[in-house]
């Protein structure tokens, strides 16, 4: 039997939808591992509280670089992590993506830095419920 070129479509449409949600679901269950230290609780919720009046419901934690093999920008992201922990509007999300591309790039001479907070901006979005998603420290079912 021949496929008609739209159901080709729909069925592709469909596959990647599959993959995509196994990928997350799979991704969504691996622990956070922690490489935040004393020190760096603390300064998330010093700079949270700066931002808002009430701290996230949960303590800070970060993975240093989300599935990045190479710890050489961890500085980076654990500071964009304790950003992506407190939260907040869409603007400062993009500004803080931002800020960690130029972090990123300073690191890296041969990955610009807009290639990297791409990923970010990507996996990032907060209505994933992902254990990095814009917001992290709220429950995602608010």
């Not at 654990?78 to 960690?100: A, N, P, Q, T």
């Not at 990123?104 to 901006?121: C, D, F, N, R, T």
């Not at 990032?124 to 254990?131: A, E, Q, R, S």
């Amino acid at each position: 039997m021949k496929l008609k070129p739209l159901q080709k479509n729909k069925t592709k449409y469909t596959i990647y939808l599959t993959a995509i949600a196994l990928i997350l679901l799979f991704v969504y269950a691996l622990p956070r591992s922690g490489v935040e230290t004393a020190e760096d609780v603390e300064l998330a919720q010093a700079m949270c509280l700066e931002r808002r009046e009430v701290l996230p419901e949960k303590t800070f934690t970060s993975d240093g670089c989300s599935m990045w093999p190479d710890a050489k920008i961890q500085s980076c992201c654990v500071e964009h992590d304790m950003e992506y922990w407190c939260g907040g509007d869409e603007s400062l999300r993009k500004e803080v993506d931002r800020k960690f591309g130029e972090c990123a790039g300073e690191q890296y001479s041969y990955i610009p830095g807009w290639m990297v907070s791409l990923g970010v901006k990507v996996g990032g979005i907060g209505f994933l419920p992902t254990p990095w998603r814009w917001g992290y420290g709220d429950s995602y079912f608010k």
